[in-house]
């Protein structure tokens, strides 16, 4: 059988990964990065081992020990973890941080690559095994945006573009025609909390894939907890971007959002 490295992060969708790779017939090899990272991933794992994501070296040690040509990056991993001392970067890490020009997203993750490939692996498109998890242009909730939230989506978008542009981030909170929030550092959920508090209700979020999206990394993504904390701030409305984003846990999303009335829409 082939294998496959997955370098897993935080929530639901490494675990979607791993179960759909040995659906395919792979043998999975994950790493979990953080003492987030769900367990369960070890139920479709050949093999599974905890290494903090700044431990580079053994990461990539563990990778070619286990004779891995082929790595997925998969999951939530904030770049907040560089700058707030959770974690201790390693020699290598450090040298590779230290080496960078900027430390934006696109940045560090292509100098990562470059690490995997020079150990002799190459990055798979996080989407490779999971397209089935991005849904097609329409309304995905039961309910329909009012025109005043549709217009709020639409220039959402369209600044939310602008931002991916600048890899600066992916998701903005909108209210009116103005702009509320937009994601950092922090990510996306701490982004709608601010914005869906300066809204007062009512806002509507929008996360979309950047222009120039490179899908071996930081692919747009939602689930359930996205609309969790949109109904703790009374956001009513969230935009993605057709074809571009994963919908992860779709049933229990859509339903949550059902019960909450927060329309969601494919644009």
Do not use: W
Request: aromatic share 6%.
């Amino acid at each position: 059988m082939e294998k496959l490295g997955l370098l897993a992060g935080a929530g639901k969708l490494p675990v979607e990964c791993a179960r759909s790779a040995q659906q395919a017939g792979y043998d999975v090899y994950a790493v979990g990065l953080l003492a987030e990272t769900d367990p369960q991933i070890a139920d479709f794992s050949a093999d599974y081992k905890q290494i903090s994501v700044a431990q580079l070296e053994s990461i990539l040690n563990y990778l070619k020990s286990n004779d891995i040509h082929q790595v997925m990056m998969i999951g939530k991993v904030t770049k907040e973890l560089l700058f707030n001392g959770a974690v201790q970067p390693d020699a290598k890490m450090l040298e590779l941080i230290m080496s960078l020009p900027d430390r934006s997203d696109d940045t560090i993750m292509l100098a990562f690559v470059r690490e995997l490939a020079k150990a002799g692996m190459q990055s798979f498109d996080q989407t490779f095994l999971i397209r089935r998890l991005m849904p097609h242009r329409g309304n995905i909730a039961s309910r329909e945006p009012t025109e005043d939230e549709r217009r709020d989506m639409e220039f959402g978008f369209m600044i939310a573009k602008e931002l991916g542009r600048l890899d600066v981030g992916q998701t903005v909170v909108v209210k009116s025609r103005a702009v509320m929030a937009l994601e950092a550092i922090e990510g996306t959920d701490e982004c709608i909390r601010r914005g869906g508090k300066l809204a007062n209700g009512g806002a509507a979020v929008i996360k979309v894939a950047k222009p120039n999206q490179d899908n071996r990394f930081d692919v747009p993504t939602v689930g359930r907890r996205t609309i969790e904390v949109m109904a703790e701030v009374g956001a009513t409305t969230l935009a993605i971007e057709a074809d571009k984003t994963l919908l992860v846990d779709r049933e229990n999303t859509i339903k949550f959002a059902d019960d909450k009335g927060i329309a969601i829409v494919a644009f």
